[in-house]
């Protein structure tokens, strides 16, 4: 439950160590088979980006923080004392309210972004074709090489062709390739983001989970690891829609180059941006409270 961040809930022991111990265990289970595959060497061009485009490591998932406005009571609650933002006060640790004034611009921008997103209808039509955009007539930089295009470079830029781009999303549309840049409906820019960014966007849903890490540890880590495993959910969808044939990996292609794939892929989109609209209204909500302290 949200709770306005200006009055204090204080955390015994048993209780907050035993929700520290569930999120650890939760956190493994999703992420013990992709970290020792990284350990050995072994890339997967499905799972990596996830550590890879996004910046928070595996240790600070596994790291479990209570949020703003939750204080921790007991001899252990010490111990977060060594982590940025943490202050003792009556024998209570709890994140200070330095932290919170240091990250309000950041706080503002994601409130505002969250809230424009969230105020425009869902564009569906985009069938996932940001992935074909980033490889199309790039005969010498194919982003995962190590798995192969699924109809070759020339039926790859025919598709590419024979459909209209329809991204929204800057951080997906500056990995184009220049001869992709201009086929795109809008030219995008950083400075246009709010203004652009929809809920029906795959990758807005995806990026829940970057937005709501770089509020850590304002926001509890349960929330963030809902948004790693919606991202993680959106990031197979993506991939399966892309160009790439990632069938020995584990996932069947979605051919959005067929009238069924592109059917199946909005449905897919669909489900995903139902349940990414869910989450952006709860970190919505938590920006709210946070900026109202």
């Not at 190590?146 to 209209?164: F, H, I, K």
């Not at 997906?172 to 929809?198: G, K, M, S």
């Not at 970057?210 to 540890?217: E, H, I, Q, T, V």
């Amino acid at each position: 439950m949200l709770r306005d961040p200006a009055s204090t809930l204080i955390l015994d022991e048993v209780d907050w160590t035993d929700r520290r111990r569930r999120h650890r265990a939760r956190v493994e289970a999703v992420i013990e088979p992709i970290v020792a595959r990284r350990a050995a060497g072994k890339p997967h061009p499905v799972h990596d980006f996830l550590f890879t485009y996004y910046s928070y490591r595996p240790t600070q998932l596994r790291r479990w923080h209570p949020g703003f406005g939750v204080a921790l009571a007991g001899d252990s609650a010490h111990d977060y004392l060594r982590y940025g933002g943490y202050t003792a006060v009556d024998r209570v640790v709890s994140v200070g309210d330095e932290m919170l004034e240091k990250r309000l611009p950041t706080v503002r921008f994601i409130h505002d972004l969250l809230r424009a997103t969230a105020s425009r209808s869902p564009n569906l039509g985009c069938f996932g074709l940001h992935e074909w955009a980033m490889v199309y007539r790039a005969d010498d930089d194919i982003r995962h090489e190590q798995v192969p295009l699924r109809l070759g470079r020339a039926g790859t830029d025919a598709v590419v062709e024979s459909m209209n781009l329809r991204c929204t999303h800057y951080d997906a549309f500056r990995f184009f390739t220049a001869d992709a840049v201009p086929r795109n409906a809008l030219p995008l820019d950083r400075a246009d983001q709010i203004d652009r960014e929809q809920p029906g966007c795959l990758h807005a849903g995806m990026d829940l989970y970057k937005w709501a890490y770089k509020l850590a540890p304002l926001v509890d880590s349960e929330f963030i690891m809902d948004c790693f495993e919606h991202a993680l959910r959106a990031r197979e969808l993506d991939m399966r829609a892309s160009p790439y044939d990632l069938a020995d990996h584990g996932y069947p292609p979605i051919a959005i180059e067929t009238p069924a794939g592109r059917a199946e892929y909005v449905r897919r989109q669909t489900e995903l941006a139902d349940l990414a609209s869910h989450l952006r209204t709860r970190l919505a909500e938590r920006c709210s409270a946070l900026l109202q302290t």
